[in-house]
Structures are given as C-alpha cells and as structure tokens.
C-alpha cells in the first residue's frame, strides 16, 4: 500500500533556529513529491520535486528530493514566528488520477 | 486573480442528515480533487473530476458521491452522515487531469453532532 511518512510530528524552535523537515515515501511508480504549508485550512503550494538531487529553493525554504533512498527534505532557515504551521508532504504516483498520498504533517511552532 | 473558492465555510449537521458542498476551481483549471482532512491527519483522496467525469475515487463509502458541472465547479454530496465524517473537507484545482500541481481552497468545516 502507498504510504507517506514525515517526521518529527511536531516541532518547536526559536526564531532565528533552523530546521529540517523529513519526509519519506513507498509509492508505486513515483511522479512527484509536493511540500505544503497549512496555516488554518487552506495548504498552501510550496515545492513540486520530481528529480533526485536537484534542489528548489524560495527565500529561506528549501528541499531537495533523494529518489534512490525514497525521501525529500524541507529546511527552514533562520525561522520566523510567522512561519508557525503544519508542513505535509504529498506524493503523486502512477494513476491515471490526481490523487495525492498526503503524510501526517508536521506541527512547526516558532516562539519568539 | 481568485483562487480556490468553496462553500459554506462552517457546517453542522445531525447523523442521518445529508450535506452538500460546493467548490469553484482557479479560473481556467478544468479538474477539481475532493479530499477529507480529519483533525491530526494528512487529507486524504476522496474524488477527482476532470471535464465532468469521475477520473478517481478513493477508499470512502458509497455515501461519499461527486459531480462537476460544464463551469467545473464541483459539489460533494454526503449522505447518511456519521459522526466520524466530521472533517475538514478540501477542494483541489489544477489545469487538467494529471496535472500534479493542486491549489487547495478554505475548505469546508463540517461538525457531525
């Protein structure tokens, strides 16, 4: 069965920490691996990854995607209370649908 | 440009009743993906339409039904509400089928009492 995992559930940092975000997957047949930042309903589109190695990057978030050991990377650099939400990690594989296997999420808190 | 809009924004309902709601996708999006997030968990796939077809359905019951109109809006239909559909239910737009990038709206809260 298709399965997303992350990791740590929950997180709590300082502003200014930086962190890491895991995320590792069993799909049949991997498309692509997107990263979401949920604040109160609405994810929000972080990252699409579909190549191992490269990485993405937009202002302090970046990830990048292994695809041989099945895992991606979300980090967070010099962190900000605003950037306090749950971060979920989805992968696409083979169907002819749309569907995306979301993982559990990870609860990031940024105290001040 | 507007994103994803859905409606209602809050819902309450009593087991046994039934609940329709309503999601517009990005203009010129033609698919809409139906998901329910359960507080604590990752959403999870319900439905996905694309040019008024059913292209997928996820593991729910046949309670769970769907149906997109030539605008591409969508609405989901539940019947026979269970406390346990009590959820956050998600609505998704992308420009086509296969398309993996998905823009989510606001979602709809709905509370099973």
């Known amino acids: 069965e298709d399965k997303v995992v992350q990791s740590p559930l929950s997180l709590v940092v300082h502003e200014g920490d930086t962190v890491t975000l895991n995320c590792s997957y069993e799909?049949?047949?991997?498309?692509?691996l997107l990263w979401y930042k949920q604040e109160k309903k609405a994810p929000t589109f972080l990252f699409m990854l579909?190549?191992?190695?490269i990485e993405k990057k937009s202002g302090r978030l970046s990830s990048i995607l292994d695809k041989k050991e099945l895992f991606s990377i979300l980090n967070i650099t010099a962190t900000q209370t605003g950037d306090s939400a749950i971060y979920l990690c989805?992968?696409?594989?083979?169907?002819?649908?749309?569907?995306?296997?979301f993982g559990q999420g990870t609860t990031l808190q940024v105290k001040p | 440009d507007a994103g994803v809009t859905q409606s209602p924004t809050h819902l309450i309902k009593t087991r046994g009743q039934q609940v329709t709601l309503r999601c517009s996708p990005i203009?010129?999006?033609?698919?809409v993906s139906w998901y329910q997030q359960v507080l604590g968990q990752g959403p999870q796939f319900i439905f996905q339409?694309?040019?008024?077809?059913?292209?997928g359905r996820g593991n729910f019951p046949d309670r769970f039904s769907a149906r997109q109109f030539p605008n591409y809006s969508s609405e989901l239909n539940v019947n026979a509400l269970l406390l346990g559909d009590s959820a956050l239910y998600l609505c998704?737009?992308?420009?086509?089928?296969?398309?993996?990038?998905?823009?989510f709206g606001p979602g709809t809260r709905l509370l099973v009492l």
């Open positions: 579909t190549s191992s190695g």
């Open positions: 998704a737009s992308s420009l086509a089928q296969g398309v993996e990038t998905q823009y």
């Open positions: 339409y694309y040019e008024k077809e059913e292209r």
């Open positions: 989805a992968v696409r594989g083979s169907s002819n649908t749309g569907k995306l296997i």
């Open positions: 203009s010129g999006h033609k698919s």
């Open positions: 799909v049949t047949n991997f498309r692509s």
